[in-house]
């Protein structure tokens, strides 16, 4: 099993930034790709980015492509979200997950994060 902890989220202005973090422990965290969706109340959780065992390939939902970054460090388990020109709508609980490959939907990752706010006023 492995244990996922997000962190980073918070009240922002609109055009403002926030970087998240999702801290792993428990089996190797380089063995798994990682990703990052968000979710609202009423509505489906929705894949925001991913990325491989090695950061090469990675993965963006269209709306946050050149505002959003992920990243990753596996020598210190740890997978980041770079949020850049935050918009009210980017306002959800954001979720980090782990799993075999870098895909986009929910079901493709094994193991996640009790997520963490972000909230974007206008």
């Known amino acids: 099993q492995v244990q996922l902890v997000e962190s980073g989220g918070g009240l922002v202005q609109a055009g403002g930034s926030l970087r998240l973090s999702c801290a792993a422990s428990g089996r190797t965290f380089s063995s798994y790709a990682m990703g990052w969706f968000r979710q609202t109340p009423g509505k489906e959780r929705e894949f925001v980015a991913a990325i491989s065992l090695g950061g090469v390939r990675i993965y963006y939902l269209d709306s946050v492509k050149g505002r959003f970054t992920i990243s990753r460090d596996n ?48």
Do not use: I
């Open 75 to 122: 020598a210190k388990n740890t997978v980041y979200l770079q949020m850049n020109s935050l918009k009210p709508e980017d306002t959800a609980v954001y979720y980090c997950a782990a799993g075999r490959v870098p895909l986009t939907g929910v079901r493709d990752y094994d193991y996640w994060g009790q997520g963490t706010q972000v909230t974007v006023s206008s």
